[in-house]
């Protein structure tokens, strides 16, 4: 018997010990071994229903198995599927000129592809460093890069210097040097933008901090002072584009037209599934920045991925998904606010934070008590995810039904009833 046929026909448990002996452990032991899915949902190895709120950490734009992903995969596979970037293909081009047309890009604008968001920040990266040099401050090159505290822009090299949580960045400094981290206010973004800054790369929500938005007005006066300082305004829309938030990307309601940043970077989404990154340059200027020989990828924008990229934007457009986006978005935040245990919501479209009210003996038992909501979750055949000790994160498919969101709001005061007395009952209580 085949190992490929052995797996699939193991139960969960034994894959499970089968992970253990064969994979890398950065993840952490798996919360399941998944199977199949269909829509917003899931089975695992054993045949057990889970509703998909996490879509692959906003990955599943489309849900699973959609015919229009799956026949457009299918379609290009049997055509053409990978050619290097020797060479380029129609799909690349056509979904090129999708987001370009989509963002409202100004003449001269571009598009580089990647195969992940962390790659399309780190070709941000050296965007901004290639700022710093072309563009120069009064002492020489500019060497200053500014993130926000509580950012997540990925886990390579450059990315990884631009992400805030120590945790992530301790174990391998020195990291590339010159990223400063600010407080999210307008105060702390006034005081540092000079004409030592090369970039300000900024998410218009912060999806692993809490899902935490910026305040008002904070990217508009962003890009006066970027502006005004000679500085590029890069924005991190991995997780937040796409639909994700109810319009085609969160930082349009700010910044368009005239306003549009200097960069934008986009994954997740992007591919319903299949693995691609893009990075946006808007402008002459910022799109010449990059010239040849001084970034590149191999699989990056290859057939498969930019057709699949091609159907799901023209798949959202055609089903009419970000007024669903926006109408499940609400009803799903209304439901959540008016149950006990829940302290806050915080609701982009279908991109929702959950702060839940803390345990008070201690806190330690505050600090389990959303990881045991995930667990409890699980048991009752959902999936959600905890970014921190008292915040849930929901980013379902973009095609969650109403229903769907119905079956959530009325399990959820049981599921944390069993998360708390979950945790209260753990050893050492």
Do not use: C
């Not at 090159?141 to 822009?153: G, K, N, Q, V, Y």
């Not at 910022?286 to 020989?293: E, H, K, N």
């Not at 959902?382 to 970014?387: K, L, Y």
């Not at 119905?406 to 708390?420: K, Q, T, V």
């Amino acid at each position: 018997m085949s190992r490929t046929h052995s797996a699939q026909d193991a139960s969960a448990e034994a894959l499970l010990e089968q992970y253990s002996q064969h994979l890398m452990n950065v993840f952490g032991p798996p919360q399941a071994v998944l199977a199949r899915g269909e829509g917003a949902v899931v089975w695992d190895a054993d045949g057990n229903r889970l509703l998909d709120l996490l879509g692959g950490i906003a990955v599943n734009a489309l849900g699973h198995a959609h015919p229009a992903w799956v026949r457009a995969l299918s379609e290009q596979a049997a055509a053409l599927g990978h050619i290097s970037n020797f060479f380029t293909s129609p799909q690349q081009i056509e979904l090129a000129k999708k987001l370009l047309e989509l963002t409202g890009a100004p003449e001269g604008s571009r598009v580089f592809f990647a195969n992940s968001g962390s790659e399309a920040n780190e070709a941000a990266f050296k965007l901004a460093r290639r700022q710093g040099h072309e563009v120069p401050g009064p002492d020489g090159p500019r060497t200053r890069i500014l993130a926000l505290e509580d950012s997540f822009h990925g886990r390579t090299a450059g990315s990884l210097a631009m992400t805030a949580k120590k945790a992530y960045r301790e174990p391998f400094e020195p990291l590339p040097t010159g990223v400063e981290f600010l407080a999210p206010t307008l105060e702390a973004l006034e005081a540092a933008v000079d004409n030592t800054v090369s970039a300000l790369i900024v998410e218009p929500v912060r999806g692993e901090a809490g899902v935490r938005p910026l305040p008002e007005g904070w990217l508009r006066r962003a890009r006066q002072l970027t502006r005004e300082h000679g500085a590029l305004l890069i924005v991190d829309e991995v997780q937040t584009g796409v639909g994700r938030t109810g319009q085609w990307f969160a930082s349009s309601a700010e910044l368009s037209g005239a306003d549009a940043p200097d960069a934008m970077t986009l994954a997740k989404g992007l591919g319903g599934g299949f693995p691609i990154g893009a990075m946006i340059t808007f402008g002459e200027h910022a799109s010449g920045l990059l010239g040849p020989g001084q970034h590149g990828t191999t699989f990056g924008g290859n057939p498969l991925a930019t057709a699949v990229g091609l159907a799901t934007l023209t798949t959202i457009e055609d089903e009419q998904i970000l007024q669903n986006v926006r109408s499940v978005g609400q009803h799903l935040a209304d439901g959540l606010r008016a149950i006990d245990g829940v302290a806050e919501v915080r609701a982009h479209g279908l991109l929702i934070g959950i702060d839940l009210e803390p345990i008070d003996r201690s806190a330690s038992q505050t600090a389990a008590l959303a990881p045991a909501v995930v667990a409890a979750a699980r048991r009752a055949g959902f999936i959600v995810n905890a970014p921190g000790p008292l915040t849930l994160r929901l980013a379902p498919p973009l095609i969650l039904s109403a229903e769907q969101a119905d079956e959530l709001l009325g399990a959820l005061p049981s599921i944390l009833d069993a998360a708390r007395e979950a945790v209260l009952s753990a050893p050492g209580a």
